[in-house]
């Protein structure tokens, strides 16, 4: 079966001693690049409508200088690192973030292997003393078959990849603020909800905001604006 359903972000300071001093705040991105995103050519939109939303943290006192990682779920790898000015004020960089997240029918998918991505950053960070991390997921949360190519059958719902270990990757941290999830597959979101719940009870009881949305509701709050923070 051909993929019909269709990104996130890199690590890396321009100068880090500086950096380390003035950055207080991350901003941890997994985006779904891959063949299997749900509604790929929609879901491209509003990717674009989230990184102009970062673009204007740069008017915000807490995120003006934030790093920001973006994760693609095709490879597993962080694909671009900087800050919201990068994006607001240098448009070679802008355009380098746009082209590393744009959705492509070839791309298999690699969930694992990005939140596997996810937890090496989120150590680094721990090293550098941010003092507060947030978590963006903008992902259908479909998995591929390794190895994979363009006739891979994939049989929807899907279980979560257990052995990626998604729950301690993100609740290991005390200074995670907010976790996010967009653009969720209909068919994996009560499998991911259930999965997911150790990390759902451990976010209550550290007044951690969480937002676990499918793609009706992220198309609606992306329309109101970047917010970080929310509810199951």
Not at 56 to 85: C, N
Not at 144 to 165: E, F, H, S, W, Y
Not at 200 to 205: D, H, I, K, P, Y
């Amino acid at each position: 079966m051909k993929f019909l359903i269709p990104l996130i972000l890199i690590l890396g300071f321009t100068n880090p001693a500086s950096a380390q001093q003035v950055q207080e705040t991350t901003i941890q991105i997994i985006m779904d690049d891959s063949g299997v995103l749900i509604d790929a050519e929609e879901a491209d939109q509003f990717k674009m409508q989230l990184f102009s939303q970062m673009k204007k943290l740069v008017r915000k006192r807490e995120f003006s200088k934030a790093h920001i990682d973006v994760i693609s779920t095709s490879t597993g790898r962080t694909v671009w690192s900087g800050t919201p000015s990068d994006l607001k004020r240098q448009p070679e960089r802008a355009l380098a973030l746009v082209n590393a997240i744009k959705s492509s029918p070839e791309n298999c998918n690699n969930i694992p292997g990005a939140f596997a991505e996810l937890s090496s950053n989120l150590k680094a960070i721990k090293r550098q003393n941010f003092k507060s991390v947030h978590i963006i997921v903008f992902s259908s949360l479909i998995d591929t078959p390794r190895p994979c190519d363009k006739t891979t059958q994939i049989v929807l719902p899907q279980l979560p990849p257990v052995k990626a270990n998604v729950n301690a990757a993100l609740s290991s941290y005390d200074t995670i603020r907010s976790i996010t999830f967009f653009w969720i597959s209909p068919f994996q979101k009560a499998g991911w909800e259930e999965y997911l719940d150790p990390t759902f009870n451990w976010a209550l009881q550290n007044n951690i905001q969480i937002t676990f949305m499918d793609i009706e509701r992220s198309k609606l709050s992306l329309r109101q604006g970047l917010n970080f923070g929310g509810r199951k």
